[in-house]
């Protein structure tokens, strides 16, 4: 199911103490996508790659410490123009905020882009995308975009 967020309410959300939000300097890029590779899905990473690819950038990431340690990411217009997600934050890292700030984070950077609405695509934690920002969902929505897509042999 695909979900429709309003940008205009979407609430600010600062970074959870000790933890910084921010999109990755290209140094990182390599290292970002394979670690959602390893932690998510070869999918989630190839998404990420383009995000990664776009000017300006579309991914946010969640950092600890110093040396950084990553703890999440999120980008949007990776899959289409107005889409965000993928979202994915360590085990972990959930229930602190982490991920609530990356959608957050990637949300205000679409409404200053020009966007007045945000679509999630395939949402599978959709009370955390409503409790979040308010995201409905999209009736009939099911496979949406993603039909026809290329998937790995079992």
Not at 6 to 19: E, I, K
Not at 85 to 105: E, F, K
Request: aromatic content about 8%; charged content about 15%; proline content about 8%.
């Amino acid at each position: 199911m695909d979900m429709l967020i309003a940008l205009h309410r979407v609430p600010a959300s600062p970074a959870p103490a000790g933890s910084c939000i921010r999109k990755p300097i290209g140094p990182e890029h390599d290292l970002v996508a394979a670690w959602i590779a390893h932690h998510f899905t070869p999918t989630w990473a190839s998404e990420a790659r383009a995000a990664l690819a776009n000017r300006p950038l579309t991914l946010f990431i969640a950092t600890r410490g110093d040396p950084s340690e990553l703890l999440g990411f999120c980008s949007y217009d990776a899959t289409a123009r107005g889409f965000v997600g993928p979202i994915g934050v360590l085990d972990a890292a959930r229930q602190t905020g982490i991920g609530a700030a990356l959608l957050l984070a990637c949300l205000h950077d679409m409404r200053a882009m020009g966007y007045g609405y945000a679509v999630a695509g395939a949402v599978g934690a959709p009370g955390f995308f409503r409790r979040v920002a308010g995201a409905i969902d999209i009736p009939d929505s099911t496979p949406g975009i993603y039909a026809g897509m290329l998937r790995a042999a079992p």
